[in-house]
């Protein structure tokens, strides 16, 4: 067991927790292609809370390593990018749209999901292994992805129609590369 607090190995105790998020994230996908909503978001928050934890465990035991900080970009563009992406689309795009409009929702979704990745490419060209900033520059995509599920829930209760769904997941995805500052908790 001692590979679990070992910098260099690629099981260590921060990288397990970034492959259940991983694991979370993967299995709410499939939750969403069987229109469980419910179940999908309850795994997307599990690996929000694993993703917590990942970066925390990583600097507390001096486990963080290049191959962690690549890992936890591909759990979050899963888990924060392309869950609530895939649902937003799924539960309210493919419900109330059609022809054209909703051509313009998948433009949109796909403008959010590039602009995701887009984000955390260029946090993993500006990031130094095992360094935590005061702030981030743009909003992160695990906050991006709180919004997106506010968004959601504003339109599960009929507080926000579909064409606000769509301004809104334009505005979260530009936020994403912005020059906003979002402090690190």
Not at 112 to 135: A, H, M, P, T, W
Request: hydrophobic residues 55%; glycine residues 6%.
């Amino acid at each position: 067991m001692k590979f679990l607090f070992t910098n260099q190995s690629h099981f260590n105790l921060a990288n397990m927790f970034t492959f259940v998020n991983i694991t979370a994230g993967l299995t709410a996908t499939y939750f969403i292609t069987q229109n469980n909503f419910f179940a999908a978001i309850i795994l997307a928050w599990i690996g929000g809370a694993f993703d917590i934890f990942d970066g925390k465990i990583a600097r507390k035991y001096k486990l963080s390593n290049e191959f962690g900080v690549q890992l936890d970009s591909f759990a979050d563009f899963l888990s924060f990018v392309l869950v609530p992406v895939f649902l937003v689309f799924q539960a309210v795009y493919d419900q109330n749209l059609s022809g054209s409009t909703l051509l313009l929702a998948a433009i949109i979704s796909i403008y959010y999901v590039i602009s995701g990745l887009r984000r955390l490419i260029q946090f993993n060209i500006n990031s130094d292994v095992g360094e935590v900033k005061k702030y981030f520059t743009g909003v992160p995509t695990p906050l991006g992805a709180i919004l997106l599920w506010l968004v959601y829930l504003a339109y599960t209760y009929t507080i926000l129609p579909v064409f606000g769904v769509v301004v809104l997941m334009i505005i979260i995805g530009w936020s994403l590369n912005s020059k906003i500052r979002v402090p690190h908790l």
